[in-house]
Structures are given as structure tokens and as C-alpha cells.
């Protein structure tokens, strides 16, 4: 989509929201507010027990792996700890410590055992549901009226946002915003906004590293371009660098390398060759996509319809290619949002994944199936029978993760496929050069 095919996208004549868009914001809103107060995964007393030591003992850089968010959830904390009498006490005092973290007993008795875990939870939730809400809005802004309900809907009321946002209590949704908005704003024509957005969701999370090489291809207009869009992600990294290690004295890429696990996920897939050699898959298959698109790009596959179906295939690739949790895979949604809406059989074929990670879940033993209820009923859920033991007893377990592995990354990569050769390469036989000069197609 280019700048001026921007400009053209119809709007509404009132600022009354349609009836329908209504339903799907007051649905997702609800369904949020109903999910998170009772619902926790340890995940979330790791991040604020760590925000603890900066609210409430002045220690604001005890945490440099994820320095940008981590700081994110410190200043939360700092603003809410009023509402929050007595939490002092409830957070672990090891949070920080590489290699020990947050332990279970502290989250079973200090932080279960909080007599408003309820409000606390909500309280801590609330920047997730505000992420959530903004990038709803965002996608909805990105597309014709007449799109808007079947895209929010599929963001908003996604069972996998659901998951990961109201229930697990994860914060990819901050990141999932700022890369959203970093499309808005190239899609406006503001390119140099919208990479320096990326750039610091990818500070936030690291995934949105994988789109920066597709969004520069995508919006590029001359070598100049990539030579300018490659110093600004520069100047973006060098700046967290300097300010991480001038604040810290340690460098946040060294340690997201050296100490960050899910870094090795991306190589889990291996294919062994003599002599000791071995062929990574994910980095094989992302670069050789990052080519073709390059190529793709020379011959007219610019603007944002490019950049969001590459985005979309790059993202299924990487969660059928490379080992993940389930939450992670929120980041599958909004380039898919933008582009499934308007086929039936890929919708169903996302729902058929969203229900294949709930089974996958249970990889994780009770962790991230019937655990997160414990804030309702700590004793209760604890005594309900294990679903991963349960399974065991019907059939094994690994044979029976295999298969629904399998069929995750079965769907994944066909939606891959399809998503390229329907807009992808469409995008290439249908871009046009608008007024100002920028390549693209229209209408995302």
C-alpha cells in the first residue's frame, strides 16, 4: 500500500462505531476482564518480582537481558503499588539472580497467599489488555471499513491472544504494538517513523528482528534507501547498547547470545552432515525466503500488501521450523490478521492451529494448562488430575505430541505457501506507482 493509497482508504462519515465492531471491542474487553484476574502463569511473577527490587528498593537495572521491557514493567509497578497495600513482602527476592529466578514455593505462598491477588492481578494484566486494545485499533485503521470486523475479530477474540495476553499474562503484546504501529506509519508514508518502531519492538522483543530485513526491502525506493534504513537500525541498537552498558556495564546483545535460551531455538532443527557439520533449518529456510523476497522486491513486490505477506509466511515458517512455548505464538496473529480475512479455509486452518497449541500445551505437563487457574482455587486445581497423565494412560505421550506437532507445522507451512503465491506474488503483478513515487500495492 502506498502512501497515497493510504490516503484514498474510505472513511467513516461519523465517528460512530458500526454495530458490529462494537460487539467484537465490548466481547474482547469483557472476555479480558472476566479471564485475568484468575488466571497466572509463573512467568508473570518472574517479570514483577524483578520490577519489585526497582519500585520498591530503587533498583532499576538489576535486569539487563530484557532491559526495555523489563523497565516497562518496573515503572508500572512504581505506579500501581499504591493500590496494592501489603505487596511489598509478596515477591521473590532471587527474581534477578541468573540461573535461579523466582521459585515455585514463593509463587505458591508468598504470592497466591496475597490477600487482593485479584485486583493485583488485574492491576498487572492492564498494560497487556491497553496493548492489546491499541493494536486492535491499529489493524482495524490499516484496512477498508468493510474488512474491519472479520480483521479485529480475528486479533481481538483469537483464542491464541486470549492465551498468551488475559491468561498466561505474558507481555508480548507490547512488542506485537509497537510493531503494528510501525506499519501504520509506514503505510502513511512516514517509513523512517515506522522503522525506528520496529526497531524498538525488536529492543522490546526479539522477534521483530526477523521482519526488519522485509521491511526495508518493502519500502525501499532507491540503494540510498538501504543504505539509510540500514544505519537506522543501526543507530537503534547502538544507542540501547551504549545506554544498557553506560547504565548496567553489560552488553544486552552479548547477553541475549550468550544467556538467552530461546536464542538456541531458533537452531533446535538441525540436520546433521559429516565430520561433524551440521545445517541449521530455520536460518537455511529464512535466508533463502529473505533472498527470493529481495528478488521479489527488485521486480516491483514493494509497499505494505508485500510486507505483510512476507511478514505472515516469515512468522509461520519460524513456528513450524523451530522449537517455541505456545504463548510466543501471539506473534503469529496480526500479520495474519491482515491477511487470512478474507479466506474462509485459511481462517479455518488457523483455528485448526490455535486448537493444536492447546494441545501442545500439555508438552509442559499442568505449567501452562491447569496451573494458570490456580489463583482460583489454589488446593482445588492442585488436586485435579494431571491432563499430561491422563493422556499417558491412553496413549504415549511423545507419539501423540509428534503427530500434533506435526499437524501444527503441516498447517503452518501450506498457509505459508498459499499466503505467498496468492499475495505475494499478486503484490508483485498488481504494484503501481503512485504520485509520490512509491512502489506498492493497494489496499492491505
Not at 66 to 79: C, D, E, G, S
Not at 86 to 105: C, K, N
Not at 315 to 324: D, K, P, Q, R, W
Not at 429 to 440: C, I, K, N, R, Y
Amino acid at each position: 500500500m502506498t502512501a497515497s493509497a493510504w490516503r484514498r482508504l474510505p472513511r467513516p462519515a461519523t465517528r460512530q462505531i458500526a454495530p458490529g465492531l462494537a460487539a467484537i471491542w465490548a466481547a474482547g474487553i469483557l472476555i479480558r476482564l472476566v479471564l485475568a484476574p484468575f488466571t497466572v502463569h509463573l512467568d508473570l511473577y518472574h517479570v514483577y518480582s524483578r520490577a519489585a527490587q526497582a519500585a520498591y528498593h530503587g533498583e532499576w537495572f538489576v535486569w539487563t537481558s530484557q532491559l526495555a521491557i523489563q523497565t516497562v514493567h518496573n515503572i508500572w509497578l512504581f505506579l500501581v503499588k499504591p493500590l496494592l497495600p501489603g505487596a511489598e513482602t509478596i515477591w521473590s527476592p532471587t527474581a534477578a539472580v541468573f540461573g535461579l529466578g523466582a521459585q515455585p514455593s514463593e509463587f505458591r505462598d508468598l504470592f497466591l497467599g496475597y490477600p487482593h491477588l485479584f485486583r493485583a492481578l488485574l492491576l498487572l494484566k492492564l498494560p497487556y489488555l491497553v496493548a492489546d486494545l491499541g493494536t486492535g485499533y491499529l489493524l482495524t485503521r490499516l484496512v477498508v471499513p468493510e474488512r474491519r470486523r472479520r480483521v479485529l475479530a480475528l486479533w481481538l477474540l483469537n483464542p491464541i491472544v486470549l492465551y498468551t495476553s488475559a491468561v498466561f499474562g505474558r507481555h508480548d503484546s507490547i512488542a506485537v504494538l509497537l510493531v503494528v504501529a510501525s506499519l501504520v506509519a509506514a503505510a502513511q508514508g512516514r517509513r523512517y517513523l515506522g522503522l525506528g518502531l520496529l526497531g524498538l519492538g525488536a529492543v522490546t522483543r526479539f522477534f521483530p528482528f526477523f521482519l526488519a530485513p522485509f521491511f526495508v526491502l518493502a519500502y525501499r525506493r532507491s540503494k540510498r534507501d538501504l543504505a539509510l534504513f540500514a544505519g537506522g537500525l543501526a543507530g537503534v541498537w547502538l544507542a540501547v547498547e551504549v545506554t544498557a552498558l553506560a547504565a548496567t556495564g553489560s552488553s544486552p546483545t552479548l547477553t541475549l547470545l550468550s544467556r538467552y535460551q530461546h536464542v538456541d531455538y531458533l537452531t533446535d532443527l538441525v540436520l546433521p552432515l559429516r565430520f561433524g557439520d551440521r545445517l541449521f533449518v530455520f536460518p537455511l529456510a529464512y535466508g533463502l525466503f529473505l533472498l527470493w523476497f529481495f528478488e521479489r522486491s527488485d521486480r516491483g513486490a514493494r509497499g505494505t500488501d508485500a510486507y505483510v505477506a512476507a511478514g505472515a509466511a516469515m512468522f509461520l515458517g519460524m513456528f513450524a521450523l523451530t522449537f517455541f512455548h505456545p504463548p510466543y505464538a501471539i506473534w503469529l496473529v496480526p500479520f495474519l490478521a491482515l491477511t487470512i480475512d478474507r479466506d474462509g479455509r485459511l481462517i479455518a486452518y488457523h483455528l485448526a492451529q490455535a486448537a493444536l497449541l492447546i494441545l501442545f500445551a500439555l508438552h509442559w505437563d499442568t505449567q501452562m494448562t491447569t496451573d494458570l487457574f490456580l489463583p482460583l482455587d489454589p488446593d482445588g486445581v492442585a488436586a485435579l488430575p494431571n491432563p499430561r497423565t491422563v493422556l499417558a494412560a491412553q496413549v504415549p505421550v511423545p507419539l501423540f505430541l509428534g503427530v500434533v506437532r506435526s499437524l501444527f507445522d503441516a498447517l503452518a507451512l501450506w498457509m505459508a505457501y498459499r499466503i505467498v503465491r496468492e499475495r505475494l506474488c499478486r503484490a508483485e503483478q498488481e504494484v503501481s506507482l503512485g504520485p509520490d513515487g512509491e512502489a506498492g500495492g493497494h489496499g492491505a
